[in-house]
Nanobody, 124 residues
């Protein structure tokens, strides 16, 4: 089970930190990621961390602004979002996958567990 939190309404340039609490299975052997879905658009990959070697990948539009991380127990995943822009407005979902390579992780297909989503709204 995944529980996402931390969303809110902020102004352009502000920061937010999303959290995803994981329970119910051994998520230490799951890659963790964040996806987002804006109104009228498909859900898109934002950031992922592979469980195997802790490599991280980001969608180009957030590189240098967002950082994904996990705590030492690997039961909580964070998404630190700095320099937020109006185009970052979306519902953000955390997800878990038993896969670890980029080719499997950058789409939604190989992700087995999903949190409920948390709304992020960035005003200009």
């Amino acid at each position: 089970q995944l529980q996402a939190s931390g969303g809110g309404l902020v102004q352009s340039g502000d920061s937010l930190r999303l959290s995803c609490a994981a329970s119910g299975r051994d998520y230490r052997v799951y890659s963790m990621g964040w996806f987002r879905q804006a109104p009228g658009k498909e859900r898109e990959f934002v950031a992922v961390e592979s469980y195997r070697d802790r490599r991280k990948w980001y969608v180009d539009s957030v590189k240098g602004r967002f950082t994904i991380s996990r705590n030492n127990a690997r039961d909580t995943t964070f998404l630190q979002m700095n320099g937020l822009k109006p185009e970052d407005t979306a519902v953000y979902y955390c997800a878990a996958s038993p896969y670890y390579s980029y080719s499997d992780l950058f789409t939604t297909v190989k992700w087995t567990d999903w949190g409920q989503g948390t709304q992020v709204t960035v005003s200009s």
